[in-house]
């Protein structure tokens, strides 16, 4: 950013839908509590599967969250936990919204994948009646940004409006994009996030063949081991979350709680494999670096870490190397937690609700642990906060989000 006088970005509301609830209230207290969200898949017979559990929301009647008719048939699984997400971020931030100028307000969500289950159920369609019985809705509820699109209209938000879709970085790139927009003066507020719902036939069986998902069939809420020797690959996870971005003196002058300062981002590329990260953990490296020198924090500030931490050997091993890269002798003194270990993995919408819990854990001093780590495996040898929640007082945090491609 150079010179530029850059303008000062808070977060003043968080909002989630997860497995563990459809409220980011509730999402928080079972990370405080170390309860998992992996069942059984439900939406299918998995029986066949390598894999037969994820980390699924729970069942809701659409009826009590939209008014829209036929929500089910416009509105893929994707985009509706999105709005739930949304509306629980704007509740908490207890902003008025007619009080606001809304062409300086936009939407900038992430997400990996987008609508698969509307894609899956589309293309059944097609096969048993034909061309000719092809939905009109189907285009608008499978597109990526469907759920920017949605929330714009919902909430009138006039100002830029997209998606971003980088894999399992899908939400950090909107989050960090959402930063750098309201600090260049382009809007005042944005919501940003991610979501995804993809517990579907193709995905599970997709990355099941990658042999990328745990298959401990027999014990699925000790499935996701981040860190630990025991580990044996990632839990689906479906989920959104979303928050509210908004210049710092924008927020001070309508009285709002500010629970964080956004201050600094950085991305990169390893150019190394399609999936799998470079062992030398240059690129997550280079990228903790830019973040840190974005926000002219010294690193030896940062005492949390909310890990990428997906329970995958590579992944793992990675991202400790990153953080001893990045941070020398100071990498032991960092508290490291994976909310992965409970909600599972979110793809495209794991870096929203691992800020969201960031923030929360800025706000009430207060960090979640890692459920399910026992043994440190090779090569992983921080602090992961193993099992409880801890009281700490969190100065700086930053949060990694790392992904396919």
């Known amino acids: ?47 066949d599967y390598r894999t037969t559990f994820a980390a699924q929301v729970p069942e809701f009647d659409p009826s009590l969250y939209f008014d829209e008719p036929m929500a089910d048939k416009k509105l893929d699984l994707f985009t509706q936990i999105s709005i739930i997400a949304a509306e629980d971020c704007l509740k908490s931030s207890a902003i ?8 300086r307000f936009g939407c900038i969500m992430g997400t990996g994948i987008g609508g698969i289950t509307a894609i899956e159920g589309h293309h059944v369609m097609m096969l048993e009646r034909g061309p000719r019985r092809a939905s009109p809705h189907f285009i608008p509820k499978m597109m990526p940004n469907a759920m920017s699109g949605q929330l714009s209209i919902r909430f009138g938000l006039q100002g830029t409006n997209f998606a971003t879709s980088s894999a399992c970085a899908s939400a950090g790139h909107a989050l960090g994009i959402a930063l750098r927009t309201i600090q260049y003066g382009e809007a005042d507020l944005l919501l940003s996030g991610g979501s995804e719902a993809a ?6 069986a997709a990355f099941g063949a990658m042999k990328a998902l745990s298959t401990r069939n027999d014990d699925p809420e000790a499935a996701c081991r981040p860190f630990d020797k025991d580990r044996d690959g990632f839990v689906m996870g479906e989920g959104a979350a ?4 908004e210049e710092r003196e924008h927020a001070l002058a309508r009285g709002a709680t500010i629970l964080a300062e956004f201050a600094g981002y950085g991305s990169t590329a390893d150019a190394y494999h399609i999936t799998q990260p470079k ?19 010294a690193p030896e500030r940062v005492n949390y870490v909310n890990a990428h931490g997906t329970s995958t050997y590579y992944n793992d091993l990675v991202e400790t ?26 793809l495209g919408g794991s870096a929203a609700i691992e800020a969201c819990a960031t923030v929360q854990a800025i706000h009430e001093r207060r960090i979640h642990g890692t459920l399910n780590h026992h043994e440190a495996g090779e090569g992983c ?8 929640a801890r009281a700490l007082e969190v100065d700086c945090a930053i949060s990694n989000s790392l992904g396919f491609g």
């Open 1 to 47: 950013m150079g010179e530029l006088n850059r303008r000062r970005v808070v977060v003043t509301g968080v909002g989630a839908c997860t497995s563990l609830g459809l409220t980011f209230e509730d999402t928080w207290a079972g990370l405080l509590a170390g309860r998992s969200g992996v069942t059984r898949i439900r939406r299918f017979d998995p029986e």
């Open 96 to 103: 008025d919204l007619d009080a606001v100028d809304r062409e």
């Open 199 to 204: 517990v579907s036939t193709q995905a599970v």
């Open 242 to 245: 979303v928050l509210l971005l």
């Open 279 to 297: 062992e030398d953990a240059a690129g997550p490296s280079r990228a903790i670096e830019l973040a840190l020198r974005d926000t002219g924090i």
């Open 321 to 346: 190397r990153a953080l001893h890269n990045v941070f020398g002798a100071h990498a032991s003194k960092l508290a490291v937690s994976s909310t992965k270990s409970m909600v599972g993995h979110l």
């Open 381 to 388: 040898d921080l602090d992961y906060v193993p099992g409880e």
